[in-house]
């Protein structure tokens, strides 16, 4: 979702669209209809086009933010009426979870404006459709598209289990239309984990600025775009400021949410001035919003009919699965899954936005957790030692030893040590000690653990081996006896070929799909490694996980080196694959 600036209308131009509105209105026989006759663009059933109440209030205020253009270049999103709108009411509403022990985020009483009681999710949501019916090239075409790959909608609904029920409930006490339920599928493919190119991340897909204004906190602990309960509220609650910054229209509203009022505002003033309709499918607008509302109104026409298109939809039971758990302060991930009884990767299902091992220590404190071990969740949790809800390791600092070797050795980020110890510097002395965070011992288990989860939803593609170690492994054993360098081995599990294995411990042999090192063996035996830098990275870090210099890292980054490194950025790395 983008904002613009919008630009400025001469007076005289603004009064002559005036007075074309206000003959329009009373229907002049000399006015210019304002209704299309592209075949493209058909009318709902049963709906004028140049009905449109709203108009005159539309341009009232097109011309009201005309005078309040920000002329000195400052961010569209400061001066979008919508964005202040939707932040003013998320401020006014308590979003954080109340201190009570477990606060379930479903209605328990069926609605009114649903009597009908329906066993699955996907029955229910086209009963709540509110969208008129459209007969449109565009979707159409979405709609082939979709049926094309209705294993992709399959795998879809996998992953909307976890979140549809909620969802759908939300807009359903909104009484918003069932279609919206649905957004996320055109948004993220369901996937909490998506990340565009304009970095907009999570089901509902919120760049950073916007989710900064609607109370998303976004830290090295957290990414509330993620957060499945807060981000749905924000989403939903700019969707109901749209529509009512647009006078109902739906469509407008949809655009308006892919991208930015002030480019549909933009659009509407150009077809006002030239005498055309202002409905969605008349605009003047980017080719992806041209796309968008059709992809929602076709995968909804496709769910509605998915039996008769023999499409196959992961069973959603209508009824609550999770609910929101408070838990006062931070805690380890790995020790709220054995306090629920359920896996690592479960509990970072049902809440992505926790980034590391244990929630953010400054909040938000509050867990998504199946309801039915919700009861026995809260019950343990208030009787755990409060020190035991975040497990540390107390290490001696050494001499010669830096913050990187420490990282390295317990598998933790700089960043990490630098925020459990309050350092504001990489300056540390011999002789003094460092809390390492460390969950059932290695902390880096439920990081690793994490990153695979994430790599789970985004490639759902890939293909990986696991490798458990054994007595007498070495890093340099294990690597010969897949065939690839003992440093690439070390490298793909975020580890240095000098660490010590321990027995049990999981390793990742190759990524041939989409991996996070991308391997290219020359002839040469020098093999040439594509590192994406995570967080925490340094040039010195990454010098010394692959034993090379940092001035030879710079040499051969040197066209894309920047002042400062950024998670997800690659950089290319030169390694002897010869035995050492």
């Known amino acids: 979702m983008f904002t613009f600036m919008f630009k400025n209308i001469m007076l005289k131009q603004t009064l002559a669209l005036v007075l074309l509105l206000s003959l329009s209105i009373s229907g002049c026989s000399t006015t210019q209809n304002l209704t299309t006759t592209d075949s493209d663009n058909k009318s709902p059933q049963g709906q004028d086009n140049s009905e449109h109440n709203f108009l005159s209030d539309i341009l009232k205020k097109l011309q009201g933010e005309d005078k309040d253009d920000d002329l000195e270049g400052n961010l569209a999103i400061d001066a979008d009426p919508v964005i ?50 459209f007969d449109n090239n565009r979707i159409d075409q979405q709609e082939k598209w979709f049926l094309k790959h209705k294993k992709h909608i399959n795998t879809i609904s996998q992953r909307a289990k976890p979140y549809l029920y909620f969802i759908t409930e939300e807009v359903n006490k909104r009484n918003m239309p069932g279609e919206i339920a649905l957004l996320p599928i055109i948004e993220s493919s369901f996937n909490p984990y998506a990340y565009s190119r304009m970095k907009a991340s999570g089901l509902w897909q919120f760049v950073p600025a916007t989710g900064k204004h609607f109370g998303l906190k976004q830290n090295w602990w957290y990414d509330g775009r993620r957060d499945i309960y807060l981000s749905t509220l ?26 930015g009022s002030g480019t549909i505002n933009r659009a ?15 605009l003047p607008l980017p080719k992806e919003t041209k796309k968008y509302v059709p992809k929602l109104l076709a995968i909804a026409r496709i769910i509605k009919n998915h039996q008769q298109h023999e499409i196959s939809l992961a069973e959603i039971k209508n009824q609550p699965t999770l609910t929101l758990v408070n838990t006062q302060s931070q805690i380890q991930l790995s020790v709220a899954a054995k ?41 343990k949790l208030a009787s755990l030692d409060p020190q035991k809800r975040v497990q540390w390791q107390r290490h001696k600092i050494r001499s010669g030893e830096s913050l990187s070797v420490i990282a390295r050795h317990y ?43 994430k ?52 390793l990742i042999i190759n990524h041939t799909n989409n991996s996070h090192l991308v391997q290219s063996i020359s002839k040469n035996s020098v093999q040439t490694i594509h590192y994406e830098v995570i ?16 001035t030879e890292l710079k040499r051969w980054n040197h066209s894309s080196l920047k002042k400062y490194l950024k998670p997800g950025q690659v950089l290319k ?8």
């Open 84 to 133: 202040k709108s939707t932040q003013e009411v998320l401020e006014s509403k308590t979003q954080n979870v109340p201190p009570t022990t477990s606060m379930p985020i479903e209605n328990e009483k069926e609605s009114e404006s649903s009597p009908i009681v329906f066993n699955n999710v996907w029955q229910r949501i086209p009963a709540m459709y509110q969208l008129a019916t």
């Open 234 to 259: 924000a989403a939903l609650t700019y969707l109901e400021q749209l529509n009512k910054y647009y006078e109902g229209d739906w469509l407008l509203s949809l655009a308006a949410y892919n991208a």
């Open 535 to 550: 967080s925490g990275d340094s040039l010195y870090s990454i010098s010394k996980q692959f034993n090379v210099s940092v």
């Open 573 to 580: 790395v030169l390694i002897n694959n010869k035995p050492s």
């Open 339 to 379: 306090l629920l009884g359920i896996s690592l990767d479960k509990i970072r299902a049902y809440n992505p936005a926790f980034k590391q091992w244990a929630t953010d220590p400054n909040g938000p404190h509050h867990l998504m957790v199946p309801i039915e071990q919700s009861l026995q969740f809260t019950t």
């Open 455 to 506: 790599k789970k939803y985004t490639h759902s593609k890939q293909s990986k081996r696991i490798y458990t170690v054994r007595k007498g492994d070495s890093f340099w054993k294990i690597a010969r006896k897949f065939n690839i360098s003992h440093k690439t081995l070390a490298a793909l599990n975020h580890l240095s070929s000098g660490d010590t294995l321990s027995i049990g411990q999981k």
């Open 268 to 282: 509407i003033k150009k077809n006002l001035k030239q005498g055309k309709a202002i409905d969605y499918w008349s």
């Open 411 to 453: 598998r933790v980020s700089i960043k990490a040590l630098k925020s459990a110890n309050n350092l504001t510097s990489y300056r540390i002395r011999a002789g003094k000690y460092l809390m390492i965070p460390s969950g059932d011992g290695h902390i880096n288990q439920s990081y690793v653990s994490h990153v695979q989860q």
